[in-house]
């Protein structure tokens, strides 16, 4: 949103390479300002008790195991931090990771784009717990989706319930499920959290307010 406050992040990682990229990488955009930076868990910590970001990335350098000492230290503040963790499998590390208290995964192969897109889905508030969608190169996909579709999209990926979307455009919640199911396979999105970095990697949906 135009005049708004860019959303700030907290930079974790251990190598000083991978730290120079991820900063690079999130100050190149204009709504996402790097507050700071830590190399391990005790001054990933201390950092955040400093600066109090609305994201913290940690990078886990592939195995889960390197990170759970930051996601540890930044949950166990009085204010939970809002973490997201860089991991190569994110399916093998989801259970240690989300225990140690960490609110988002993304897998480290992720593009520029989906590291930005990541970061600011969780300053909305949301979770972001499994690997994020690669549209397909070329026109856009939202094209072979019919007009109907496109709009149960839309609200889907705003955070209304088939409910709610039942009641918004006048269908029955059965015709609205049986939308869902087709644009989900059209699309090759997996579920409603996909969709919705789907969504903002399209430009569909914007973070803020």
Known sequence: MSGSAPTSVLLVDSHPISLTGLRTIVGSCSDLLVAGVAHDGPSAAARYRELRPQVVIVNAHGAAEE???SVEALSAEPSAANV??????VDAAAGQVLRAGARGLLPS??????LAAA?????TGRS???PTV????????????TERETEVFRLLTRGLSNAEISAELTLSQSTVKSHIQKVME?????NRVHAVIFA???HIIHAGP
């Open 84 to 89: 997201l963790v860089l991991v190569d499998d």
């Open 119 to 123: 970061v600011r889905i969780m300053a």
């Open 200 to 202: 903002y990697e399209q």
């Open 67 to 69: 990170a759970l000492d």
């Open 109 to 114: 192969a992720s593009s520029s784009r989906e």
């Open 186 to 190: 059209k699309l090759g999105l997996r």
């Open 128 to 130: 972001l717990l499994i």
């Open 134 to 145: 690669r549209p397909a190169p070329g026109a856009s996909p939202l094209d072979q989706l």
